[in-house]
């Protein structure tokens, strides 16, 4: 009884070990992002992370418990197999799962979760594409490291438990008493006796972010992000339907509450010459507003954006709805705000409900067809987009091999050549009368992503090199459409997916992570403006629809920014937090803290209430669980 009893102590406290030395060795890795931080920091970070270390701890030990009551009956070889190989298999779990989530932190801002088992899963060699050679060879040389250090650890600790076992005499009672403390494991998995049950928001405690992040066990944000894949209708529910209805209503634009409601002309701002000119966008990977020294960025990056902007409509207050490219897709091409744990595209049931730019401008007599140097396959974009409109796509295995030189497919000067190949000869055809039809084209880049390998070299830094590089592609593609009959009547729309790579380590509660530049240029055009209204991605849809003289409708979460009459607010949402900005205000709700993150502006400290306040709007101290109504335009 003794023997068993001590080695189930020892079992768990070996795994809570484990899991507290884990966090200075993240803080240490990540040295430059705490370098502000104060020495007592790390210790904070350890005890306010220890509630989720407890837990999972108490979930890896109850295997152990089970095999120590195995161990009252039998002490077999074959016994003595399965024990050795559990814990051969959470050595290397908790190897992977570390290493993994040390090399993600950097690009994603949050800790691990069941977001890269769905982008590997739906494609593998994309979701290693970020990674070079020898930055994969060194994470499986450290995860076989760090595996193998664990499971020496195991074995060791393991082999004194096991040599001090012996057939007790009373073995049903020994069975019993071992089952009852196997079954007390329950407590620290749920986290003591109170109404809510663990969580990784226990781990919150600083309004630093980054030390809240380093207290998230990784192993125990996974494991409670891959039980919430299923029921996402629980999932930050801050209201009943009917008070989320009531805010709603003052969200959207005026046309989607009531179709017949018109701008008057006198109000609208007429960006374009024609009333159907060709539409083409070109999503930008990762780029930033910092990027452009028009949006107060850096200088000598994005030279043609910035050229380009004093010669079309620049959006000046316009933010990025989420941070992976699936999410900025739904975003931009349907209008669909991010969802924060989950991305909709990777449900086809689900998208092929949407509405989509694509499919409103086909139904007016556009061409459409979408350009992708990559796998139009990764994280179902194919069936997204076959869903959303597109009559034709064009991918990387519409490239010859020698093209696909980047682990991203084809590199981008070959997709925009490709796409202005096209275009050419369809100007030359004039035979087919489809190609008097006006057209609809989507160019996503991919080169300005990690690694960051170019063929191209002007700038030392390789990330912004890379950036410098898929400018120069824009520069030279719209030089050379100039040439071409049909730039009088087309309108080229620039907008990043998301904010990536540059600038380097922004945290999620920055506002500067969110902010991206939107560029309208083209023969189309009627003059250069700059518009300061604030936006989101998922705005595009009705503004241009709504530019085109196109119902947008059902585009219900998007809204015309050139309709005064629109309320003008941008949008985000990442896996821990969401956020609303306009002109007056900005405010950040940290979803896994539950509670306010960031609140600036004219009404500070009254830019959320707590439910039941929507309608009387009456200011008072903000509790939990409260929801967003920013006082402003």
Known sequence: MKERLIGLIKTYILFVCIFILQKPLFILYYSSLYAGTSWTDPFLVIWNGLPLDL?????????????????????????RSIWNGYYFFIAILLAVIFIVDLGL?????????????FYFFSSPKDAFASMNIWQMIGGIVAMIVYASLLYVIFLWVQKGIWKGLKLPYRRLSVSGVMLLLTALLFIPIRGGFTVSTMNTGKAYFSSN???NHAAINPAFSLMESLSKQKDFSKQYRFMETAQADELMKKLVDPQ???STAVVPDTLRTALFKTERPNVIFVILESFSSKLMTTLGGEPDIAVQMDSLA?????????????????????SILSGYPAQPTTSIMKYPRKTQNLPAIAGSLRD?????????????????????????????????????????????GAHDHLVFNRLLEDIKAEAADTTTADNARPFY????????????????RRLANDRLNAFAYTDSCVGDFVKRFREL?????????????????YPEQLNNQSVDRYQIPLLLVGGAISEPRRIDVYGSQHDIAATLLAQLSLPHQKFVFSKDMLNPASPHFAFFAVPDLFGMVTPENLLIFNCEADAVAVDEGTAKGENLLPVGEVKSGKNIQIPARSIITLQGK
């Open 364 to 408: 007016a007599g556009y061409r459409t067809k979408y350009y992708y140097g990559g796998d139009a396959d990764f994280t179902n974009m194919r069936s997204y987009l076959m869903s959303s409109g597109f009559e034709g796509i064009v991918s990387d295995q519409d490239f010859s091999v020698s093209e696909r030189l980047s682990k991203w």
């Open 209 to 211: 972010q980054r030390l």
């Open 55 to 79: 837990s999972l701890a108490g979930y890896l030990t109850a295997i152990p418990g089970l095999l120590f009551i195995a161990s009252a009956w039998t002490l077999s070889k074959t016994l």
């Open 485 to 501: 009959p049909q730039w009088k009547n087309t309108v080229i729309v620039f907008v990043p997916d998301h904010l990536g790579a």
């Open 441 to 456: 084209r989507v160019l996503q880049t991919s080169s300005s992503h990690e690694p960051f390998e170019v063929p191209y």
């Open 105 to 117: 932190y950097e690009y994603w801002g949050f800790r691990l979760d069941a977001t890269p088992l």
């Open 310 to 330: 004093s010669e079309g409509v620049l959006f000046t207050n316009f933010f990025a709805n989420s941070f992976r490219t699936d999410r900025g897709l739904v």
């Open 256 to 258: 989607v509450l009531d």
